[in-house]
């Protein structure tokens, strides 16, 4: 939840370099982190103020997603946490996604 | 048809997109059969924004550009015509309004929705330059001119509005003197222990408060405010003086036009007035709830939209009712998060006269009930329990209560199973709600 979209950098610079070295395989992992978990809204509390698009170092209209009450599913998403972080009131959190968890077992 | 929305709130904005929903924007227009046409009118002459967050714009946390949540695109694509005028008068037996400086407009099917207003301090001296208000976007920059580091402001009233005012000013590094009329904040609401919590936290971002306060003259030098006279005859010097001592529901076209009105625009489950033509929704309407018989003023923006919503779906002709949840607000008092759920105070707050912005009556009408309570120091959770539900709940500080809360309450699931644990002493309350929460998901 509190890792900054710098240190998110960092972790796939170590991944790449990892995966460099042949350390493991680089797709498996990279979707794992990208996938295990999205951003959710419970629209009902959100007074779109918009301080979560403001914050958004990829520039996501977070705010559209949490009007439409839709988890923020989108390609360019860090899931780096700075909306769930600054949102005054609770409107976002982190839901996982089991997406890909049949696959890692 | 031709569908007409005075205000362009967010209860304005919800009735168009439900609008929308069933008659979707055509391509061109005047497509004949079922052509519909959607006529917003606002008098605010930034549109639509988001009006709670204001708040945040006053701290410094966001830039105004970013209190838009609409795009001009994004409102294209819903294809209304956008008119900023005001509304002088509704002839109701003419479906026609009559605008300030521009020619008169047609409605078939007309929703009111202008929200409400701060009530004015009545005051000697209120009049002058840099006695502010926070009620629209042009407030809130009126404030920031205003507000200079260094410089010193009185803040005077109750409920979130007021910390709104008292956290923005700080924030902009001035020095705060916060006048109270009685003996704690926000006492209809809070109960003592969470109201000390504010108070304390109010102190240690260095504001000043004074219990029993009442303000009595505004007085001005050279135009501008130069302090305040309290009733107890202490003098304080300001620069400038800003109110929230609550808000009135913007019911003045409504009478004229002889429509139903009580504190707001009386209408029904389906957000219909007397005149079946006419529909009000928002801050301006007080609606009827099936479930307690009673019509209720609510100036929360989630109910705003819900109501908007609905009232759009039955203008359009897709007869809805609509369902009152309780009543929930997140807001920070003074830093703090808190969520208030269902019912958890009652009286009146000497501060505040009626209801105010972020405010429901419903909090306020506590039934009969036991308090479980638990938390002395920055995390705090009080709940209100019922024979066999809980009524409502305080959430101060650790947040991960309050979304279990807010379900738990607005589905009134049954708690027997826990009352009794919940109400013994010393009863580890948050604890013994997460697990009641954690076992019914799993039963579901």
Same mark, same amino acid.
Request: proline letters at 4%; charged letters at 25%.
């Given at each position: 939840?509190?890792?900054?979209?710098?240190?998110?950098?960092?972790?796939?610079?170590?991944?790449?370099?990892?995966?460099?070295?042949?350390?493991?395989?680089?797709?498996? =992992?990279?979707?794992?982190?990208?996938?295990?978990?999205?951003?959710?809204? =419970?629209?009902?509390?959100?007074?779109?103020?918009?301080?979560?698009?403001?914050?958004?170092?990829?520039?996501? =209209?977070?705010?559209?997603?949490?009007?439409?009450?839709?988890?923020?599913?989108?390609?360019?998403?860090?899931?780096?946490?700075?909306?769930?972080?600054?949102?005054?009131?609770?409107?976002?959190?982190?839901?996982?996604? =089991?997406?890909?968890?049949?696959?890692?077992? | 048809?031709?569908?007409?929305?005075?205000?362009?709130?967010?209860?304005?904005?919800?009735? #168009?997109?439900?609008?929308?929903?069933?008659?979707?924007?055509?391509?061109?227009?005047?497509?004949?059969?079922?052509?519909?046409?959607?006529?917003?009118?606002?008098?605010?002459?930034?549109?639509?924004?988001?009006?709670?967050?204001?708040?945040?714009?006053?701290?410094?946390?966001?830039?105004?550009?970013?209190?838009?949540?609409?795009?001009?695109?994004?409102?294209?694509?819903?294809?209304?015509?956008?008119?900023?005028?005001?509304?002088?008068?509704?002839?109701?037996?003419?479906?026609?309004?009559?605008?300030?400086?521009?020619?008169?407009?047609?409605?078939?099917?007309?929703?009111?929705?202008?929200?409400?207003?701060?009530?004015?301090?009545?005051?000697?001296?209120?009049?002058?330059?840099?006695?502010?208000?926070?009620?629209?976007?042009?407030?809130?920059?009126?404030?920031?001119?205003?507000?200079?580091?260094?410089?010193?402001?009185?803040?005077?009233?109750?409920?979130?509005?007021?910390?709104?005012?008292?956290?923005?000013?700080?924030?902009?590094?001035?020095?705060?003197?916060?006048?109270?009329?009685?003996?704690?904040?926000?006492?209809?609401?809070?109960?003592?222990?969470?109201?000390?919590?504010?108070?304390?936290?109010?102190?240690?971002?260095?504001?000043?408060?004074?219990?029993?306060?009442?303000? #009595?003259?505004?007085?001005?030098?050279?135009?501008?405010?130069?302090?305040?006279?309290?009733?107890?005859?202490?003098?304080?010097?300001?620069?400038?003086?800003?109110?929230?001592?609550?808000?009135?529901?913007?019911?003045?076209?409504?009478?004229?036009?002889?429509?139903?009105?009580?504190?707001?625009?009386?209408?029904?489950?389906?957000?219909?007035?007397?005149?079946?033509?006419?529909?009000?929704?928002?801050?301006?309407?007080?609606?009827?709830?099936?479930?307690?018989?009673?019509?209720?003023?609510?100036?929360?923006?989630?109910?705003?939209?819900?109501?908007?919503?609905?009232?759009?779906?039955?203008?359009?002709?897709?007869?809805?009712?609509?369902?009152?949840?309780?009543?929930?607000?997140?807001?920070?008092?003074?830093?703090?998060?808190?969520?208030?759920?269902?019912?958890?105070?009652?009286?009146?707050?000497?501060?505040?006269?009626?209801?105010?912005?972020?405010?429901?009556?419903?909090?306020?009408?506590?039934?009969?009930?036991?308090?479980?309570?638990?938390?002395?120091?920055?995390?705090?959770?009080?709940?209100?329990?019922?024979?066999?539900?809980?009524?409502?709940?305080?959430?101060?500080?650790?947040?991960?209560?309050?979304?279990?809360?807010?379900?738990?309450?607005?589905?009134?699931?049954?708690?027997?199973? #826990?009352?009794?644990?919940?109400?013994?002493?010393?009863?580890?309350?948050?604890?013994?709600?997460?697990?009641?929460?954690?076992?019914?998901?799993?039963?579901?």
């Amino acid at each position: 939840m509190n890792l900054t979209t710098r240190n998110f950098f960092l972790d796939c610079t170590t991944i790449y370099y990892m995966e460099f070295l042949g350390i493991f395989k680089r797709d498996a =992992d990279k979707h794992t982190v990208l996938a295990s978990g999205q951003v959710t809204p =419970d629209s009902a509390r959100c007074v779109q103020c918009g301080i979560c698009t403001y914050n958004c170092p990829v520039g996501i =209209d977070v705010r559209a997603h949490a009007w439409r009450g839709e988890p923020v599913i989108h390609s360019q998403c860090l899931t780096c946490g700075e909306c769930v972080a600054r949102c005054p009131r609770g409107v976002l959190r982190f839901e996982q996604t =089991d997406l890909f968890a049949k696959g890692r077992e | 048809m031709n569908y007409v929305i005075i205000g362009s709130g967010v209860a304005g904005i919800a009735a #168009i997109e439900a609008i929308r929903s069933i008659y979707p924007s055509p391509f061109g227009r005047g497509q004949g059969e079922g052509d519909v046409e959607i006529t917003l009118i606002g008098d605010d002459p930034h549109g639509f924004y988001s009006r709670p967050g204001l708040a945040y714009y006053l701290t410094g946390e966001l830039h105004d550009k970013a209190l838009f949540p609409r795009t001009a695109y994004d409102l294209r694509k819903l294809n209304f015509h956008y008119v900023k005028a005001r509304v002088t008068m509704i002839l109701r037996d003419q479906h026609t309004l009559e605008l300030a400086g521009q020619a008169p407009l047609s409605y078939d099917r007309l929703l009111i929705a202008v929200g409400a207003q701060a009530l004015p301090l009545e005051v000697p001296g209120a009049n002058i330059e840099g006695v502010l208000k926070l009620d629209h976007m042009q407030d809130a920059k009126r404030i920031l001119k205003h507000a200079r580091r260094g410089k010193s402001a009185v803040v005077v009233g109750g409920g979130i509005t007021a910390l709104e005012l008292v956290e923005g000013f700080v924030s902009r590094g001035m020095k705060v003197h916060y006048l109270l009329r009685g003996d704690r904040y926000w006492s209809n609401v809070l109960d003592e222990q969470e109201s000390r919590i504010v108070e304390q936290r109010l102190r240690e971002e260095g504001v000043t408060l004074h219990h029993h306060a009442e303000a #009595i003259e505004v007085t001005g030098r050279n135009g501008r405010v130069s302090g305040i006279r309290l009733l107890n005859g202490q003098q304080l010097k300001c620069d400038l003086v800003a109110y929230a001592i609550g808000i009135r529901p913007r019911v003045d076209l409504a009478k004229q036009a002889g429509l139903a009105i009580d504190r707001g625009i009386l209408v029904n489950e389906y957000l219909q007035t007397n005149d079946p033509d006419i529909f009000a929704a928002g801050d301006v309407a007080q609606a009827y709830d099936p479930m307690t018989g009673r019509s209720i003023l609510d100036s929360l923006w989630g109910p705003a939209r819900q109501q908007g919503h609905t009232a759009g779906l039955n203008m359009a002709g897709r007869k809805t009712a609509y369902i009152k949840s309780p009543p929930f607000n997140v807001t920070r008092l003074a830093g703090l998060t808190t969520t208030i759920i269902g019912t958890v105070g009652r009286g009146r707050d000497e501060d505040l006269a009626g209801i105010a912005r972020g405010d429901s009556e419903t909090w306020r009408q506590l039934p009969d009930s036991m308090v479980a309570q638990t938390g002395f120091e920055v995390n705090r959770l009080r709940l209100l329990v019922g024979e066999k539900t809980l009524l409502g709940a305080i959430v101060m500080g650790d947040q991960k209560l309050s979304f279990p809360l807010e379900k738990i309450i607005s589905g009134n699931m049954d708690i027997s199973p #826990i009352r009794e644990r919940l109400l013994a002493p010393k009863a580890r309350i948050g604890d013994i709600v997460a697990e009641f929460w954690a076992g019914a998901n799993i039963r579901h």
